[in-house]
C-alpha cells in the first residue's frame, strides 16, 4: 500500500505545476511542457488545448471557415482564423476538419455481432456461402453448439434463385449445427434443421409475419425462432459494441441512432458509457422486448452528463423489407400480385403505440418502407398531434416532438403533401436506392417507382436524417454521400444499367446537402442541435481530419469518384483523438 501511495504522490507533482503554471497565467509552451505526462483525458480537462489545421469546415453561418480550435472539458471554447488571435499557441497540424459525422440510422449491437460472426454480403451461390461457414468454423470451432448458435448476415436468394432452406445447411460436417443467418434486410433469418427440431409442430401461423420456405421465418415469424435462441453473454455483448465503436471511428463516425435497442441494452450502455473505449455517441431508440408494445416501467429517458448516450425516443414497425417482398403496400406488387406486403401491426394498434409514447415524453420513430406503412404512419402521428397540441399548428408541434419515418422509402404523393403539411421528418439510408435500384421497378412498376420510391432531394424542406442501416449497407458514410449526390453505386460506381447516367438523377443531394444530413440533419432529429454535428462554440469537440477538403474531393482526380474512397485521416471525439491513419 505504502509503494502504492508513493507512486500516487509523484504522479501527481506534474499535474499540481501545470495548474499552478496555468492558474500564474506563464506560456501556454510552459503549461504543455508540465502536462507533458498527464494523461490526455486529464489535459483536457485542465487546459484549454488548440489545434490548428489547414482549413476547417465548420457549418456554423456565423463562422464558416476557420484553421484553428480550442477545446476544453470535451467541448470547443473557441474556433477562429489564425489571424483573429496570434495569442493562441496552438500547434499547426497538416489536414483538413470537418465536423465530425453522425450515422442517422444503424444498428450498433448487430454491427459488431457481424463482425464477430459470417459475414454473408456478396455472397453471389449457395456455393460462397457454404464457402463462408466452413471458413468461420474453421476458426470458431465451438460455434454451432446449443449454446452458442453460429450466426451470420448478408444472404440473399434474389442472387440464389430460390429461397434457401434449412437442408442446404445440411452439408459435410455442418449436419448437427445450430445455425441462424440473417437475409441481407435482418428482416427474415435463415436456421438449420437442428434449430427446426426445437421449434413446435406444426408452426403457429404468426399475423405479420411468413414463412416461405422450411428454415425461413420473415418478420413477426423470426420471434418462433428467436424464442430458443441462447441468449449472448453480457461480455459477448460488450465485444461487439467495442468492436463496433472501433470501426466507426475509423469512417470519421462520431455519433449514431441506434435504431432499436431493448432496455437491458441500454442498461449495458449506460454501464459502459464512461469507459474509454466508449467511442461514439449513442443516441438510442428504445425497442421494447416484444416489438410494438408500450413498456413504459421499462423505459426511462436519459442523456449522460459526458454526451456519449441520449435515450428519448422509441421505434415501431410498420413492415417489412421491399426485397422480401414484405413492405406493406396499398397496391400489390407488379411481380406478385397475390401479395400487398405484410404490416407488422394495424393501424389502429399504431396509432394507440404512437399516442400512449407521445403522452408519455418520447420520441417516436415509425420503421415504414411501403406506402400502406408510410401512410399508416402519418396517420398515427396525425392523431397524436391532436393529442399533444390540439391548441398549436402541427408544425409547432411537431418542433416539439420531432416524429420520425424510419427508410421512408415508398410514399405516395397525397401522404408525401401530408409530410410537408406536418413537417415529418423522414430518415433515409441513400445505399438502399442503389442497392434496390435493379429490383424496384419489377416490384412496384415504373409509375410508382417515378412518383413514389427513394425520394431525397424532393424531402430537403424536412430535413431529412441521412444514414447507412448498418449492417445492412456498409457504414462508410462517405459512400452514403456518394450514392446521395450521383444515385450511383459507391460499390462499382455505376448504375443498375452499369451506366454513369444515376438511379432517378432528379433526386440527387449536392455536396453541401448530403454533409448536412450526415451532420446538423440527425442533431437536430436527436434535440441535440448547436450541439452536434458542428463545430461552434459550446457544442461538443467531435471532428474528422481529412487529407484533401471535401470539396475538392469532387473536383479534382476522378471528381466525385473519389468521394466513395476516402480514407479518413483521423476521428476525434470530446477533444480526444479516437482514431488515427497508419501512414
Not at 394495424?346 to 420520441?363: R, V
Not at 408510410?374 to 398549436?392: G, V, Y
Not at 413537417?423 to 419489377?442: F, G, K, L, M, R
Request: charge should be negative; proline fraction near 5%; glycine fraction near 8%.
Amino acid at each position: 500500500m505504502a509503494t502504492s501511495i508513493s507512486s500516487l504522490v509523484w504522479a501527481s507533482i506534474p499535474l499540481l505545476l501545470a495548474a499552478l503554471l496555468y492558474q500564474i497565467g506563464l506560456p501556454t509552451s510552459l503549461t504543455a511542457l508540465a502536462a507533458a505526462t498527464l494523461p490526455q483525458a486529464l489535459v483536457g480537462n485542465i487546459f484549454t488545448q488548440t489545434h490548428c489545421y489547414a482549413g476547417v469546415k465548420t457549418l456554423d453561418s456565423l463562422t464558416p471557415e476557420a484553421e484553428c480550435l480550442s477545446v476544453k472539458n470535451g467541448v470547443f471554447t473557441k474556433v477562429f482564423k489564425k489571424s483573429d488571435d496570434d495569442s493562441d499557441d496552438g500547434k499547426e497540424t497538416t489536414g483538413y476538419v470537418i465536423p465530425g459525422l453522425w450515422d442517422g440510422h444503424g444498428h450498433l449491437s448487430q454491427f459488431g455481432e457481424l463482425l464477430h460472426s459470417v459475414d454473408l454480403f456478396g455472397a453471389e451461390d449457395m456455393g460462397d456461402v457454404t464457402g463462408k461457414l466452413k471458413r468461420y468454423k474453421e476458426k470458431v470451432k465451438e460455434a454451432g453448439s446449443a449454446e452458442f448458435w453460429l450466426r451470420g448476415v448478408g444472404w440473399d436468394q434474389a442472387k440464389y434463385g430460390r429461397w434457401p432452406v434449412a437442408e442446404d445447411l445440411e452439408f459435410e460436417d455442418f449436419r448437427d449445427q445450430y445455425v441462424m443467418l440473417d437475409r441481407i434486410d435482418v428482416h427474415c433469418i435463415w436456421v438449420s434443421e437442428k434449430v427446426l427440431s426445437l421449434l413446435p409442430t406444426p408452426l403457429p401461423d404468426i399475423a405479420g409475419g411468413e414463412i416461405p420456405a422450411r428454415g425461413v421465418f420473415c418478420d413477426n415469424a423470426m420471434e418462433i425462432v428467436w424464442e430458443h435462441y441462447p441468449k449472448p453473454s453480457k461480455e459477448r455483448k460488450t465485444r461487439w459494441i467495442k468492436s463496433a465503436m472501433v470501426e466507426l471511428n475509423k469512417l470519421g463516425i462520431v455519433g449514431m441512432h441506434d435504431a432499436g435497442t431493448t432496455p437491458s441494452e441500454i442498461d449495458l450502455y449506460e454501464e459502459l458509457h464512461e469507459d474509454d473505449d466508449w467511442t461514439v455517441r449513442v443516441n438510442a431508440m428504445i425497442e421494447c422486448d416484444t416489438r410494438n408494445t408500450f413498456c413504459p416501467s421499462e423505459a426511462r429517458k436519459l442523456s449522460t452528463p459526458n454526451g456519449k448516450l441520449h435515450v428519448h425516443s422509441v421505434k415501431l414497425f410498420g413492415d417489412g423489407a421491399l426485397g422480401s417482398w414484405g413492405s406493406g403496400m396499398i397496391e400489390p406488387y407488379s411481380d406478385k400480385p397475390e401479395s400487398s406486403g405484410s404490416l407488422l401491426v394495424n393501424g389502429s394498434t399504431l396509432t394507440q403505440l404512437t399516442k400512449d409514447w407521445s403522452a408519455a415524453g418520447f420520441q417516436v420513430n415509425i420503421h415504414a418502407i411501403g406506402d400502406l406503412a408510410n401512410r399508416q404512419a402519418i396517420d398515427a402521428f396525425a392523431a397524436a398531434f391532436e393529442q399533444l397540441c390540439p391548441e398549436l399548428h402541427a408544425h409547432e408541434c411537431q418542433a416539439k416532438n420531432r416524429f420520425r419515418i424510419e427508410h421512408a422509402q415508398i410514399i405516395h404523393p397525397d401522404d408525401q403533401t401530408r409530410m410537408f403539411e406536418m413537417a415529418i421528418i423522414p430518415s433515409i439510408q441513400p445505399t438502399h436506392a442503389t442497392s434496390d435500384a435493379w429490383y424496384v421497378e419489377s416490384r412496384l412498376g415504373k409509375t410508382r417507382t417515378e412518383k413514389e420510391a427513394y425520394r431525397m432531394r424532393s424531402l430537403l424542406p424536412l430535413k431529412p436524417v441521412l444514414g447507412s442501416d448498418f449492417p445492412v449497407e456498409p457504414a462508410d458514410i462517405f459512400q452514403g454521400m456518394y450514392a446521395a449526390m450521383t444515385r450511383r453505386s459507391p460499390k462499382t460506381g455505376f448504375d443498375k444499367d452499369w451506366s454513369k447516367k444515376g438511379w432517378y438523377v432528379d433526386e440527387t443531394l449536392t455536396l453541401e446537402q448530403a454533409l448536412r444530413g450526415f451532420t446538423v440533419n440527425p442533431a437536430y432529429a436527436a434535440f441535440l442541435e448547436e450541439r452536434a454535428g458542428v463545430i461552434k462554440e459550446g457544442a461538443y469537440a467531435d471532428w474528422v481530419v481529412l487529407d484533401r477538403p471535401l470539396e475538392k474531393l469532387v473536383v479534382e482526380g476522378l471528381g466525385v469518384e473519389d468521394l466513395r474512397m476516402v480514407a479518413v485521416k483521423e476521428t476525434w471525439v470530446g477533444g480526444k483523438r479516437v482514431y488515427k491513419r497508419e501512414e
